[in-house]
């Protein structure tokens, strides 16, 4: 259960990196806080983190709806292969949000350190995992706290706290990869959920104005008549 904590959840591990997953938590346990930029846990492989940003902008800056969002689509793909931990529920992100913008992150953020010159990488299409070697660029590949990243760097904190280990079991993500995939499919859902409206006037007397209200979908088309 608490080892579970150190990382998202990872479907289809090995034994032995399920094995090796109680070396990481005492790692995670032991290592002492340290303090970085978030920019340099913002990687290439991990756009999912530029789409929760881009959420924050949408829903706190702009005033979008949280399900008319690329993060919502996102979350609501079963097929991203797991290590979604904020479910389908984009509102459980917004009160982690709250908290941070009132008490700071005081979570340490889990992150790998990789000192080789590429990273092994993978993702889940069609149930079956794809791995994908990548340019090891920073060093770095965050391990746990993709929501906490993304609310820091929208809030412009210079430095978070994390704590930087080389793991055992963990498998880096590559959400770019699969999102290059989903992601036409992730905008066409968003299509149907944009509408618009016309509005028509004509007299109906001296005084008394008929309105009719059309409003149009992908899927639908519905109106409203009401007099003024």
Known sequence: MFIKLVQSPQPHLSSIKKFLMIFDFIQHKITKTSFISPEKLITKNRKDIEFRIQFLKDVIDHGISPK????????????????????????????????????????????????GKKIKTRYFLNEEKNWV?????????????????????FLGMEKIPV???????????NYTEYIKIQEKNYQRNLSKEKNWFHIHKSKCGDKMYEYWILYVTLKEITY???FW
């Open 224 to 226: 409203e008549r009401f």
């Open 163 to 173: 704590k930087v280990y080389r793991s055992f079991s963990f498998e880096v993500p």
């Open 68 to 115: 008319k969002t690329l993060y919502y689509q996102f979350i609501s793909d079963s097929g991203t292969g797991g290590g979604i931990d904020g479910g389908s529920d984009p509102e459980k992100f917004l009160s982690l949000f709250k908290n941070i913008q009132e008490k700071n992150i005081t979570e340490p953020l889990a992150v790998a350190n990789y000192l």
């Open 133 to 153: 070697e990548i340019i090891n660029e920073g060093n770095l590949q965050l391990i746990n706290g993709a929501h906490r990243l993304a609310i820091a760097y």
